[in-house]
């Protein structure tokens, strides 16, 4: 059995701990390289070492993962233990009950790539602890914060979040998250954004076809990451919660001639919510975690349907390769609108 410290983390590793919004992450592992980024990616929520933190999130090098095998060779699993490949050269053992995850990873795998799947990892494991504390949404999608108030967008992949939320930055707004958005429900008809923001990362051949990403004055660094080279671009500054102002829904592709915008029904409007939302099968899990699992999924639909009661919620038609150019003005519009 793996011996802890004071502190609640596995002996005899090095040893990170954050403070996200009132939860404690406390990040270990052998690996110096993967949690020295990590410390950069979770920069604004650094804390001291705590007494028995609520998450444990551990790194293990391990060569030789092969995906076709059930689990990681020589790990021991319990009944609370879910496996779950991310390519041959990663794997995670994640344990809902206990709050607990370990990222295995071969000596070939970019540090970047295993800094994207700890972020995760801890954003799911947060989202389910933020939500059995209150009404806490996680939605796939981005956030924004300008003159005190949020604007969350929703949209499928390859609509653009990542890269507008990076062009924005250019435009007034600070930058909250463009991948886990969590929405808190304050009140009978207020909300607020919890800033969970990741380092942004922009596909080469993404910043190739867009000039204005280029020009954008933030330092760029090219690195391998999952499955492609990126831009990773730090355009984050410290914020705390921001009351949330309104909803818009990114789609992308739409055969408009040009750029639309409309307010949708409240049904179709909590369809596109609940679509968005960060989702968790229970059926697949452990039973001792059912249960969670289960209170989280109900506390995220009810702020969903809060949020189209309370809030606009618009649509955004556009073709991202014809009108990138013109959208961050008509998002900057559309926002002192509200």
């Known amino acids: 059995m793996t011996q802890s410290t ?4 596995p002996a005899g590793a090095d040893r990170q701990f954050f403070d996200v919004h009132g939860i404690t992450v406390c990040l270990t592992g052998s690996h110096r390289d993967v949690l020295a980024e990590a410390k950069k990616e979770f920069r604004f929520f650094c804390s001291q070492p705590t007494f028995n933190p609520a998450i444990r999130l551990q790194v293990v090098k391990k060569d030789g993962l092969n995906p076709a095998r059930a689990h990681p060779v020589g790990t021991d699993l319990d009944p609370g233990d879910e496996v779950h490949w991310i390519n041959r050269e990663m794997a995670t053992v994640l344990n809902i009950p206990r709050r607990r995850a370990d990222l295995f990873l071969s000596s070939s795998s970019p540090v970047d790539a295993a800094v994207v799947v700890l972020f995760g990892i801890a954003g799911f494991l947060l989202s389910l602890n933020l939500s059995l504390q209150d009404r806490v949404a996680s939605f796939h999608g981005a956030s924004w914060e300008k003159d005190g108030k949020a604007l969350l967008l929703l949209g499928k992949t390859n ?5 507008l939320s990076y062009v924005m930055t250019g435009h007034g707004f600070s930058y909250l998250s463009e991948e886990d958005s969590f929405v808190r429900q304050t009140g009978h008809e207020t909300f607020q954004v919890l800033p969970y923001p990741r380092r942004i990362r922009i596909a080469e051949a993404v910043m190739a076809l867009q000039p204005a990403l280029r020009r954008l004055p933030h330092d760029k660094s090219l690195i391998d990451s999952l499955d492609e080279k990126v831009f990773r671009i730090d355009p984050r500054k410290e914020s705390g919660t921001v009351p949330l102002k309104g909803v818009i829904l990114l789609d992308n592709g739409a055969e408009t001639p040009a750029i639309s915008i409309e307010r949708v029904s409240k049904t179709e409007g909590l369809f596109a919510l609940l679509a968005a939302l960060e ?5 697949g899990s452990p039973p001792n975690a ?5 209170r989280r999924n109900r506390s995220a639909f ?6 189209v009661d309370s809030l606009s919620v618009r649509r955004l038609k556009y073709s991202i390769e014809r009108d990138f150019p013109q ?3 008509v998002i900057a519009d559309l926002f002192e609108a509200e």
Do not use: H, I, M, R
């Not at 004071?6 to 983390?9: P, R």
């Not at 059912?290 to 289960?294: G, N, Q, V």
């Not at 009810?302 to 949020?307: R, T």
């Open 279 to 283: 989702k968790v099968s229970v059926s």
């Open 159 to 163: 609509s653009g979040k990542t890269s």
């Open 290 to 294: 059912w249960e969670d699992l289960k």
């Open 302 to 307: 009810a702020v969903a349907k809060s949020l």
């Open 327 to 329: 959208l961050p003005g």
């Open 6 to 9: 004071q502190d609640g983390c």
